[in-house]
């Protein structure tokens, strides 16, 4: 049995601290181009890390690519100026910037604000708003102390700019998400997915944020991987299968609870949500459904998770609904996904500005005569009168005329063009409603958006992994990881310095490996440095290449389980099989 002793983890900012030495002395991640003084917001994953993010990047594509069915596609991270034109990241996409007028430090207002008054959502309010709370509370810089009251809260893009070739080059940008790759690749993707709704295109990739202030080591970075699904779906005829997920139970913080002084969580399930009004969307219910056990599996304590609903200050205009799923971090929640029902918003931004086509043609089961307005102007009219805006008023009076046939009713036509309005004579607009027979139509998909934080998910798997006990009279630090994304699966050791020890020791590294097992050999030590260094850094058994290994004619080793530091022998021939089975939760260490 172990003699272990586990201690619930601790809370407040010790762990944080704690955590942030343990990745950079363990190889998890730390701070980029330290020999040059570092950069903010900028962190190298090391060996650990990189793999614990390779694992989770690992789980997210089975869980949401391979088992729904979805398409995987890998974008360029940068794009030309006019996709962010059409997205709105030009005009749209800023943060407060308030900049101290002593020693010159930039800081996020809203943060400032959310950190030192009562105000938990100053992101959604008015900069006006922000600059009289500052005041109102005689907030001051955080470097130096300098009040700030009075001075100008700005707003600061935070797209990295660039440019695209040499000479007169094209202006780009680092994207600062990944979704953009797949909306603009629209037109060719649906051809892949046969022009049938619903299907999605999922992507894991690098995103681009300049930030005001980048804090809190990887949680808020200027460069970090995001893991996003876009689901197009036809919102006249798809439906998500909600028995799939109507019974997972979440933890939800709805918006009319966070407006109550006294609000508090919901306990509930999917189908009670959905039938009491509290998630309005069925396939954002969907994915919470979905996301809320993957989260779970990946190691993120379900007591300190849950799902909070956008206040309408924060969601964006487009977004119908929108919920964020958030762990406790010291004290803190912070979002690691974001999940929204986007509407047609993107994709008929980009038909707008690229002139491509961003539909799916819908067949009918049967063709359908229909009425339609049509019109076919008298251009020896239009030309001599409106010059180079002649095409333009045309496809004017084609649009009006597809939203508004009474328009054309009267003995001049009113249409508006860039700011002013102009009279047609109706004779001259061709107007005419036809009869015509179709065998479908052009639909534009809505877009329903799960996306995924990974960099925030990889700190919070191992903040709440995060132990410390006693083992043997011996203080202990360990990381509970689960064996699915545990960075190294298996270590193995030979008990001593002897050749024939550690002969046997690398053949069953072989063999591990060879399963398709992560393996790490380590004969530098005594074996209980051994054990704790693997237990630090998260690996959830240990197999010792004994004397009884080497001498009895059974050929055995120890195989100590990392959480209880409980100890079994196993026969050799088997181990792989059954360390196999263990990591796919076919069998579990207890029951050897």
């Known amino acids: 049995m172990s003699n272990a002793e586990s201690e619930p983890p601790e809370t407040g900012e010790a762990i944080g601290e704690k955590l942030t030495e343990l990745a950079k002395r363990r190889g998890y991640f730390f701070r980029s181009s330290g020999s040059y003084g570092g950069v903010g917001g900028f962190y ?78 100053a992101e959604s309010l008015p900069i006006h708003e922000v600059e009289e709370i500052i005041a109102e509370y005689e907030l001051v810089c955080p470097e130096c102390g300098a009040g700030l009251a009075g001075v100008a809260v700005e707003e600061f893009n935070l797209m990295f700019a660039t440019n695209i070739g040499p000479g007169d080059s094209q202006p780009g940008y680092l994207r600062p998400e990944t979704a953009q790759g797949i909306f603009v690749e629209f037109p060719r993707l649906k051809e892949y997915a046969r022009n049938q709704l619903p299907f999605g295109v999922t992507q894991i990739g690098r995103a681009y944020r300049n930030e005001i202030s980048p804090r809190r080591s990887i949680i808020r970075t200027r460069e970090f991987t995001q893991a996003e699904l876009e689901y197009f779906v036809d919102p006249e005829a798809d439906e998500p299968n909600l028995e799939r997920v109507e019974d997972v139970e979440l933890t939800l913080y709805p918006a009319s609870e966070q ?72 004290g803190n929640w912070i979002e690691l996904a974001g999940f929204a029902y986007r509407g047609d918003y993107d994709l008929s931004k980009h038909a707008d500005h690229s002139g491509d086509r961003f539909t799916v043609f819908k067949q009918y089961d049967e063709p359908q005569t229909v009425e339609r307005a049509t019109v076919d102007p008298d251009m020896s009219y239009l030309g001599p009168e409106f010059g180079g805006d002649a ?123 060879d399963a398709g097992l992560s393996v790490t050999y380590d004969d530098s030590g005594n074996i209980g440095r051994r054990y704790r260094r693997q237990d630090e850094v998260g690996t959830p058994f240990c197999v010792t290449v004994d004397y009884e290994t080497i001498e009895n004619e059974e050929t055995t080793v120890t195989v100590r389980e990392r959480d209880t530091t409980a100890q079994k022998r196993l026969p050799v021939g088997d181990l792989a099989e059954t360390l196999s089975a263990i990591r796919a939760g076919e069998m579990a260490f207890e029951e050897l």
């Open 44 to 121: 190298t994953f090391g060996p650990q890390g990189a793999s614990l993010k390779g694992n989770v990047e690992d789980a997210w594509r089975d869980r949401f690519a391979i088992a729904e069915g979805n398409m995987e596609i890998d974008a360029p991270t940068i794009m030309p100026e006019p996709v962010f034109e059409a997205s709105g990241h030009l005009d749209g996409f800023d943060d407060m910037l308030i900049e101290c007028p002593d020693c010159g430090t930039s800081s996020r207002a809203d943060h400032l604000v959310e950190d030192e008054t009562e105000y938990e959502d």
């Open 391 to 513: 095409g333009a008023v045309a496809e004017e009076l084609e649009a009006l005329a597809g939203r508004d046939r009474s328009a054309f009713e009267a003995d001049a036509v009113e249409i508006e063009l860039e700011g002013e309005t102009h009279e047609i004579p109706a004779e001259k607009t061709g107007f005419a409603v036809e009869e015509q027979t179709e065998a479908g139509e052009h639909v534009v998909p809505h877009v329903v958006e799960p996306s995924f934080g990974i960099d925030r998910l990889v700190y919070t798997v191992l903040h709440h992994a995060y132990r410390e006990d006693e083992v043997d009279g011996e203080q202990r630090t360990y990381l509970e990881l689960e064996p699915e994304v545990a960075p190294t699966f298996v270590g193995v050791f030979p008990l001593q310095n002897d050749d024939a020890l550690e002969e046997q020791a690398r053949e069953i590294v072989a063999d591990l490996r």
């Open 259 to 330: 407006r109550n002084d006294d609000g508090s969580e919901v306990e509930t399930t999917i189908g009670s949500a959905l039938e009491d009004g509290i998630i309005g969307d069925p396939w954002v219910a969907y994915f919470l459904g979905v996301a809320k056990p993957w989260y779970e599996a990946v190691g993120v304590d379900m007591d300190r998770f849950r799902f909070r609903q956008h206040l309408s200050g924060e969601r964006a205009h487009y977004a119908a609904d929108c919920w964020d799923a958030e762990s406790e971090i010291d």
